[in-house]
């Protein structure tokens, strides 16, 4: 069974960091494209960054360029988002995702299959 599971979101003062795990089964994440979108009250889902294991493939929104970054433990099977210096408009459910490896750097959500159940983020004093 395919599954994605998020977790580590919270509340966190602006200028803070925080890290989202996204943990995978019933398939193996290098094999895909992966990334995480978020989804803030009143807006539409919108791809934050993305990775493609198999070609290198990266993309990065610009509001998030040098402040979130992506990794993975293959050994855990397990995808990270280090997040930095958070801003209130970070604020949103934030949602891991997997999908075909042309899924990265084309991060469009349509394209991705797989999708955790979201965990929130909210940045505020």
């Known amino acids: 069974q395919v599954q994605l599971v998020e977790s580590g979101g919270g509340l966190v003062q602006p200028g803070g960091s925080l890290r989202l795990s996204c943990a995978a089964s019933g398939f193996t994440l290098v094999d895909y494209a992966i990334g995480w979108f978020r989804q803030a009250p009143g807006k539409e889902r919108e791809g934050v960054i993305c990775?493609?294991?198999?070609?290198?493939?990266?993309y990065y929104a610009d509001s998030v360029k040098g402040r979130f970054t992506i990794s993975i433990d293959s050994a855990k099977n397990t995808l990270y988002l280090q997040m930095s210096s958070l801003k209130p408009e970070d604020t949103a459910v934030y949602y891991c995702?997997?999908?075909?490896?042309?899924?990265?750097?084309?991060?469009?959500?349509?394209?991705?299959?797989?999708w955790g159940q979201g965990t929130q983020v909210t940045v505020s004093s």
């Open positions: 990775i493609s294991d198999s070609d290198g493939s990266t």
């Open positions: 995702a997997a999908g075909p490896t042309q899924a990265c750097p084309a991060i469009h959500v349509h394209l991705y299959e797989y």
